[in-house]
T-cell receptor, first 111, second 114 residues
Framework: DARVTQTPRHKVTEMGQEVTMRCQPI?????VFWYRQTMMQGLELLAY????????DSGMPKDRFSAEMPDATLATLKIQPSEPRDSAVYFC?????????FGDGTRLSIL | AQSVTQPDIHITVSEGASLELRCNYS??????LFWYVQSPGQGLQLLLK??????LVQGIKGFEAEFKRSQSSFNLRKPSVHWSDAAEYFC????????????FGRGTSLIVHP
C-alpha cells in the first residue's frame, strides 16, 4: 500500500529552537496538505500545495512558520523559533484534490 | 464559511449492533463531504467522500453515508460494528468551486463493548 511518510515521528525540543518536519507524499498525488491537531482546536489546516505551488497558508503564523515543497517528493514545515504553544501533532496528507491519505504525524513537544 | 457539527462526543455500542454517527454541516451551496477514521497514534484514514451523484455513498470497512440536503446532514452508518471499529471519527465539509479543502468537525469517539 502506498503511504504518506512523515519524519520524525516524535520531536522534543526547547523553546526557541528550530523544528523541521518532513513529508513524503504518495507518488502521483499533486496536492499536499499540512494539518495540526490539538485537543483544544481539533484539526486545523495550516497550508496546502498543488503541483508544488503554495495555494493557501493562511492558517499558519507567518512570523514563525514556513512551508515549502522543494520537489514533488518532499514537503517541509519549519517552525523558527518554536514556542510551547506549538506543541501538537502535525499531519501531512496528500491526494489528487482532497486529502485522501494522511501520514502518521509528527508529535511535537516544545519545552 | 463552512462548518461541521458532530453532535455526539462519545458513542458507545455493543459489538454486532448497528451504528449511526451524526454529522451536520453549514454551507450555502452543494458541499463536498467526507468521513475519516483515526485510531490512536495514527493519522486519519478516508472512509468515504461525496462530491456529487448518488446521495448514498459506500465506503471502506463496510461503512456507508447518506447525504440529505434537506437536513444538511451526512450521517455515517454501519450495520454491524466490530471491536476493531473503536476509534475517533471525523466528518468534514469542503466548499465547491475547486478548492475541495475540508474543514473538520471535532470528532466522535466510538467505544465498542464486547
Amino acid at each position: 500500500d502506498a503511504r504518506v511518510t512523515q519524519t520524525p515521528r516524535h520531536k522534543v525540543t526547547e523553546m526557541g529552537q528550530e523544528v523541521t518536519m518532513r513529508c513524503q507524499p504518495i507518488l502521483g498525488h499533486n496536492t499536499v496538505f499540512w494539518y495540526r491537531q490539538t485537543m483544544m482546536q481539533g484539526l486545523e489546516l495550516l497550508a496546502y500545495f498543488r503541483n508544488r505551488a503554495p495555494l493557501d497558508d493562511s492558517g499558519m503564523p507567518k512570523d514563525r512558520f514556513s512551508a515549502e515543497m522543494p520537489d514533488a517528493t518532499l514537503a517541509t514545515l519549519k517552525i523558527q523559533p518554536s514556542e510551547p504553544r506549538d506543541s501538537a501533532v502535525y499531519f501531512c496528507a496528500s491526494g489528487l484534490v482532497a486529502p485522501d491519505h494522511f501520514g502518521d504525524g509528527t508529535r511535537l513537544s516544545i519545552l | 464559511a463552512q462548518s461541521v457539527t458532530q453532535p455526539d462526543i462519545h458513542i458507545t455500542v455493543s459489538e454486532g449492533a448497528s451504528l449511526e454517527l451524526r454529522c451536520n454541516y453549514s454551507y450555502g451551496a452543494t458541499p463536498y463531504l467526507f468521513w475519516y477514521v483515526q485510531s490512536p497514534g495514527q493519522g486519519l484514514q478516508l472512509l468515504l467522500k461525496y462530491f456529487s451523484g448518488d446521495t448514498l455513498v459506500q465506503g471502506i470497512k463496510g461503512f456507508e453515508a447518506e447525504f440529505k440536503r434537506s437536513q444538511s446532514s451526512f450521517n455515517l452508518r454501519k450495520p454491524s460494528v466490530h471491536w476493531s471499529d473503536a476509534a475517533e471519527y471525523f466528518c468534514a465539509v469542503g466548499v465547491s468551486g475547486g478548492s475541495y479543502i475540508p474543514t473538520f468537525g471535532r470528532g466522535t469517539s466510538l467505544i465498542v463493548h464486547p
